[in-house]
T-cell receptor, first 112, second 117 residues
Framework: DQQVKQNSPSLSVQEGRISILNCDYTNSMFDYFLWYKKYPAEGPTFLIS?????DKNEDGRFTVFLNKSAKHLSLHIVPSQPGDSAVYFCAASARGNEKLTFGTGTRLTIIP | KAGVTQTPRYLIKTRGQQVTLSCSPI?????VSWYQQTPGQGLQFLFEYFSETQRNKGNFPGRFSGRQFSNSRSEMNVSTLELGDSALYLCASSLVGRKGTINYEQYFGPGTRLTVT
């Protein structure tokens, strides 16, 4: 059972436009959510996180939105840059449980 | 500060053999987690160690095991390798808060690419 789902395996966005990556989860015990970015042949790089007590967290060009009632979060990248082309993973964890549950990833391609 | 390092980076083994992978966490990080990444499956949690103790384990068979040393370095071992064990094995480290709670921002190494033939 996939508790964290990224339903779009790929996404293409024009450079300078907004990229929106989506993630849904089913486990209501999840209370902390993270986004990671992964380039080929490298490990995932932490991007941004959000606690369930918030509905938005912003860091530079990256903003994560959390809708607890819909069990949905999204990552907005604006403006999108060619270096943003990578695979993006959504991850979640539950209080008192150290493991991260990852989605299957979305491959983002920024078109120059 | 040096990042998480994993050795070896690439490994080819045959079915039935065993393998040991090594991970050195970021200095000061005391929690080490291991993940398996396969195409279409994302990252699957294997186990997490803190203070030389396994605190959490994912849904993998007993052929997968690990340990952590007093300097927080960790190893994972896979015995009786199967073709399906071919994957990228990722190690991640993180800080632990004063009350023993984990900082969920885990920092990953580059991974070990294991190919079983």
């Amino acid at each position: 059972d996939q508790q964290v789902k990224q339903n779009s395996p790929s996404l293409s966005v024009q450079e300078g436009r907004i990229s929106i990556l989506n993630c849904d989860y089913t486990n209501s015990m999840f209370d902390y959510f993270l986004w990671y970015k992964k380039y080929p042949a490298e490990g995932p790089t932490f991007l941004i996180s959000i606690s369930s007590i918030k509905d938005k967290n912003e860091d530079g060009r990256f903003t994560v939105f959390l809708n607890k009632s819909a069990k949905h979060l999204s990552l907005h990248i604006v403006p999108s840059q060619p270096g943003d082309s990578a695979v993006y993973f959504c991850a979640a964890s539950a209080r008192g449980n150290e493991k991260l549950t990852f989605g299957t990833g979305t491959r983002l391609t920024i078109i120059p | 500060k040096a990042g998480v390092t994993q050795t070896p980076r690439y490994l080819i083994k045959t079915r039935g053999q065993q393998v040991t992978l090594s991970c050195s966490p970021i200095s000061g990080h005391r929690s080490v987690s291991w993940y398996q990444q396969t195409p279409g499956q994302g990252l699957q949690f294997l186990f997490e160690y803190f203070s030389e103790t396994q605190r959490n384990k994912g849904n993998f068979p007993g052929r997968f095991s690990g340990r952590q040393f007093s300097n927080s370095r960790s190893e994972m071992n896979v015995s009786t390798l199967e073709l399906g064990d071919s994957a990228l094995y990722l190690c991640a480290s993180s800080l632990v808060g004063r009350k023993g709670t984990i900082n969920y921002e885990q920092y990953f190494g580059p991974g070990t690419r294991l190919t079983v033939t």
